[in-house]
């Protein structure tokens, strides 16, 4: 078994530190032709990753207790193993809520759109919008981040009940009204830069600096997937962990106004159930069955009806031995499935079930 504290004697421990060294010996005394410093260096690094999960296994399936411990993995430690890695607190600046700060440039404007929408510049943030029009536009367009969305859409979304001429006058004015709304990040004519007219259609202008969290979230869930089809899943949990951390709520949550929102909305919400699971997943067969728990219950906040979630649920009590708490997981995923779903649980539900009342025999289902 792999173990970096106690190398045998004259063994250079294994380290993220010396992965370079090893790969630069092996490339150049190994004689192999066609491997390159790099393609080594990633091979070393995977063969570590899957040592390391393979020992966090190893511990949590023994049921002698003597299993070597293993220092859980903050974020930031995770992604000290590659040095190409993101770092480990989101960029370019924390999440409003977490109260860290960050230095950033004063001229990137952050949108905030998981959640409470904030729009800031520097030390500035708007706190007050000219009108509820100019709000509803703005939402519209981040609705359709990186696309122009034609006049018609944005008048049939805010004023549906108006006339054609009545709705082009007020999306006109609403504009003017957005644009002097965001003057208050910058100079007279910052508004203007923002909010391009083009063809009949609007849009957010991108040629500018602009950091957007919904974007950030995305850009760790895709990197985590990436890792993991490489075989690196330590680095993957990483990005998972930092894609967490930026949802905030959804997608600009309580705002229902058309459709592409909506669709949008929902398609976040997929992506962090996905990324809820993985977390939970590793934490179990980490041994760290509390943050298990934690990330299995954030799963069933957003969807009660999710039998996995229930199902790590009860399995983390059966590892902690808690089973009266075990068997009210059980029988909350029971009667939810039931008035939700009309349906019953699953046998994999059913032996955890039965693993938890196998010493007993008194306990119905």
Same mark, same amino acid.
């Given at each position: 078994?792999?173990?970096?504290?106690?190398?045998?004697?004259?063994?250079?421990?294994?380290?993220?530190?010396?992965?370079?060294?090893?790969?630069?010996?092996?490339?150049?005394?190994?004689?192999?032709?066609? !491997?390159?410093?790099?393609? !080594?260096? @990633?091979?070393?690094?995977?063969?570590? @990753?899957?040592?390391?999960?393979?020992?966090?296994?190893?511990?949590?399936?023994?049921?002698?207790?003597?299993?070597?411990?293993?220092?859980?993995?903050?974020?930031? #430690?995770?992604?000290?193993?590659? &040095?190409?890695?993101?770092?480990?607190?989101?960029?370019?600046?924390?999440?409003?809520?977490?109260?860290?700060?960050?230095?950033?440039?004063?001229?990137?404007?952050?949108?905030?759109?998981?959640?409470?929408?904030?729009?800031?510049?520097?030390?500035?943030?708007?706190?007050?919008?000219?009108?509820?029009? &100019?709000?509803?536009?703005?939402?519209?367009?981040?609705?359709?981040?990186?696309?122009?969305?034609?006049?018609?859409?944005?008048?049939?979304?805010?004023?549906?009940?108006?006339?054609?001429?009545?709705? =082009?006058?007020?999306?006109?004015?609403?504009?003017?009204?957005?644009?002097?709304?965001?003057?208050?990040?910058?100079?007279?004519?910052?508004? &203007?830069?923002?909010?391009?007219?083009?063809?009949?259609?609007?849009? /957010?202008?991108?040629? /500018?600096?602009?950091?957007?969290?919904?974007? #950030?979230?995305?850009?760790?869930?895709?990197?985590?997937? =990436?890792?993991?089809?490489?075989?690196?899943?330590?680095?993957? !949990? %990483?990005?998972?962990?930092?894609?967490?951390l930026l949802y905030q709520g959804d997608f600009l949550e309580m705002d229902p106004y058309d @459709?592409?929102?909506?669709?949008?909305?929902?398609?976040?919400?997929?992506?962090?159930?996905?990324?809820?699971?993985?977390?939970?997943?590793?934490?179990?067969?980490?041994?760290?069955?509390?943050?298990?728990?934690?990330?299995?219950?954030?799963?069933?906040?957003?969807?009660?009806?999710?039998?996995?979630?229930? #199902?790590? /649920?009860?399995?983390?009590?059966?590892?902690?031995? #808690?089973?009266?708490?075990?068997?009210?997981?059980?029988?909350?995923?029971?009667?939810?499935?039931?008035?939700?779903?009309?349906?019953?649980?699953?046998?994999?539900?059913?032996?955890?079930?039965?693993? /938890?009342?196998?010493?007993?025999?008194?306990?119905? %289902?």
């Amino acid at each position: 078994m792999l173990d970096r504290d106690n190398p045998a004697p004259g063994e250079t421990p294994a380290s993220p530190e010396n992965l370079g060294e090893t790969a630069a010996r092996l490339d150049l005394n190994s004689g192999l032709v066609g !491997i390159t410093y790099g393609q !080594i260096k @990633d091979r070393l690094q995977q063969a570590v @990753d899957l040592l390391l999960d393979g020992q966090r296994m190893l511990r949590s399936l023994s049921n002698s207790g003597t299993a070597e411990t293993i220092p859980q993995l903050s974020a930031t #430690q995770f992604a000290s193993f590659n &040095a190409d890695a993101p770092p480990a607190v989101a960029t370019p600046i924390a999440s409003p809520e977490s109260g860290a700060s960050a230095e950033v440039s004063p001229s990137l404007l952050r949108i905030y759109t998981l959640g409470r929408l904030q729009i800031c510049r520097g030390d500035r943030e708007i706190t007050t919008w000219r009108s509820n029009r &100019a709000r509803g536009i703005f939402k519209l367009l981040l609705a359709h981040w990186g696309r122009p969305v034609p006049r018609e859409v944005i008048t049939d979304a805010l004023w549906p009940d108006s006339s054609v001429d009545s709705a =082009s006058v007020s999306l006109r004015v609403a504009t003017h009204e957005l644009r002097q709304t965001l003057n208050a990040l910058g100079d007279d004519s910052f508004g &203007a830069r923002c909010i391009l007219v083009k063809d009949g259609k609007y849009h /957010l202008n991108t040629d /500018l600096p602009v950091w957007l969290d919904v974007e #950030q979230f995305e850009n760790h869930w895709r990197k985590g997937q =990436s890792l993991e089809k490489t075989g690196r899943p330590l680095l993957a !949990i %990483a990005q998972y962990q930092q894609a967490e951390l930026l949802y905030q709520g959804d997608f600009l949550e309580m705002d229902p106004y058309d @459709d592409a929102a909506l669709i949008r909305r929902e398609g976040l919400i997929d992506i962090y159930l996905f990324i809820l699971g993985k977390v939970a997943e590793y934490y179990y067969y980490a041994a760290d069955y509390e943050s298990c728990t934690e990330f299995s219950c954030r799963i069933l906040v957003k969807d009660k009806c999710r039998e996995d979630a229930y #199902q790590r /649920l009860i399995a983390c009590c059966l590892k902690l031995g #808690q089973r009266s708490r075990g068997l009210r997981w059980y029988q909350i995923c029971q009667e939810t499935l039931q008035r939700e779903l009309d349906c019953q649980v699953s046998p994999q539900t059913q032996a955890l079930y039965h693993a /938890l009342t196998a010493r007993h025999p008194s306990s119905n %289902a």
